[in-house]
């Protein structure tokens, strides 16, 4: 079920929240966890029922794990890694296989065939959420193995299919709360605001964007460098306009249940250097990439050269988390390069004038989404080829320019929503916010009524 669609504005929101106060209230508060859980397993199973059973095995197999680490005094480690090795498992087969499948073909000149394994839903947040709360379990810092709460915990809808991915100990104890269902008119309004712009995003920006951007990857071979340069930048504003577009209606369907995401952007485009970029970009995965694959790994605690391979590492490998295919790693080996060149910048101690930094470090990210984006290594250098074919210079229609000026602006506003998701106030549904919520709300469903409406793109990793 897609947060963009009528089911989802008009019929599944709207009947969640309802039930979930009114059985809050007039039951016992884990009857309101249940109706969550169904509601959230109706959501996952709303795409594919078939895959509701993969997760639901996901579900038991991991809490299982859990309950055995928490009774446990020893061996909880080779627990732990046990869990940790089913899930991956799990992950890497039904996410590269057919590209393991793939490549020995090509190498041996072999012609093995299997069928096209469909990936599940959501399958590489659930796993991650998953292996943080395994690992989270072994050092003491999950403690609650209800059922009720652990299905709570990763079932939870709005942050269910694309992230944030979230800690036990960052949204149980808000469930937990006294005053978790009574109606918070602050919270209410907050998350109708947060939610609208996220949708304003998605269906008026982002899908707009996708129309230019997909019409150029669809005939690379005819760009020149003036619509390859623009068939990049509607990706790098598609794909984030999309993304957090997508991140900020998880954060307002939470707010209306008087529970708080954690952010997953802020401003990524403003940043002056790369390693800025990764702390404002997706920043839920940054954190789990840093926490449970960097610093594992060493960190930076066993010298210089480990600590450029230990970037390294972590990149690729989270290259290789977003799609299977060649392309993904290059991409992550590309961010990982430009981390520990700006690691190494930085420790000369010099400085360059922001301007320049911020460009460097804008098209960087924009030339690196080029491998994201591509379906294959050799499509992603027949575009690197055309953006830079100074003999083909060709032309655009000056209205695409005016949209990439646009879109930059938009995206490289100090305001964001961040800044008011973290604004401490008490927020009131009054005559400004009811009439500015209603046009905004009226442009995105007469764009949705048009059709233009895409599925969100995370959805495929």
């Known amino acids: 079920m897609l947060f963009n669609s009528y089911v ?6 709207p009947i969640s929240v309802f039930g979930f106060y009114f059985l809050g209230k007039h039951t016992k508060k884990s009857v ?32 299982s794990v859990g309950k055995a680490i928490s009774e446990k005094k020893e061996s909880t480690k080779s627990i732990m890694i046990f869990g940790v090795v089913i899930n991956l498992a799990l992950l890497a087969y039904f996410k590269y296989f057919n590209f393991f499948i793939d490549n020995v073909n090509a190498l041996f000149e072999t012609s093995i065939h299997f069928e096209k394994i469909v990936l599940p839903l959501a399958i590489s947040f659930f796993t991650f959420q998953q292996i943080a709360y395994l690992v989270d379990a072994y050092e003491g810092k999950a403690k609650d193995y209800s059922p009720s709460h652990y299905f709570l915990f990763i079932t939870f809808f709005p942050q269910l299919i694309a992230g944030p991915i979230v800690h036990h100990k960052q949204l149980m104890p808000q469930f937990e709360k006294d005053d978790l269902h009574l109606v918070n008119q602050s919270n209410i309004t907050l998350g109708l605001i947060v939610f609208a712009l996220g949708l304003a995003k998605k269906v008026i920006l982002a899908d707009t964007f996708a129309i ?72 839920t995965l940054s954190t ?16 210089k050269i480990r600590t450029y391979v230990n970037l390294m590492a972590t990149m690729v490998l989270g290259g290789m988390w977003h799609g299977a295919g060649w392309q993904f790693i290059i991409w992550g080996f590309l961010h990982g390069l430009g981390l520990t060149i700006n690691r190494a910048w930085t420790k000369l101690g010099i400085k360059m004038p922001k301007l320049i930094a911020w460009l460097i470090t804008f098209n960087f990210v924009n030339i690196c989404w080029v491998f994201f984006r591509s379906k294959s290594l050799g499509e992603s250098f027949l575009f690197l080829s055309k953006m830079y074919d100074v003999s083909n210079l060709g032309r655009i229609n000056p209205l695409w320019g005016i949209a990439v000026i646009v879109g930059l602006m938009i995206s490289v506003t100090p305001w964001s929503v961040a800044r008011l998701y973290l604004k401490e106030k008490k927020w009131e549904l009054s005559y400004p916010y009811v009439v500015g919520l209603a046009l905004l709300l009226f442009a995105c469903f007469l764009v949705l009524e048009i059709g233009r409406s895409n599925e969100f793109l995370y959805f495929q990793f």
């Open 32 to 63: 309101s966890y249940f109706w969550l859980v169904g509601c959230s397993l109706f959501f996952y199973g709303f795409w594919n029922p078939i895959y509701l059973i993969l997760f639901l095995f996901s579900l038991v197999f991991n809490f």
């Open 212 to 283: 230019w951007a997909n019409e150029g990857f669809k005939n690379v071979e005819n760009l020149t460098l003036l619509s390859a340069w623009f068939t990049s930048l509607s990706y790098t504003f598609q794909l984030y306009f999309d993304f957090s577009g997508y991140s900020e209606m998880a954060l307002g369907s939470a707010l209306l249940f008087n529970i708080r995401l954690p952010l997953n952007f802020t401003s990524p485009y403003r940043a002056l250097s790369i390693q800025e970029f990764w702390r404002e970009w997706h920043m």
């Open 8 to 13: 989802y504005l008009l019929l599944f929101l």
């Open 288 to 303: 789990f990439l840093r926490d449970y694959l960097y610093i594992p790994l060493g960190g930076n605690r066993k010298g």
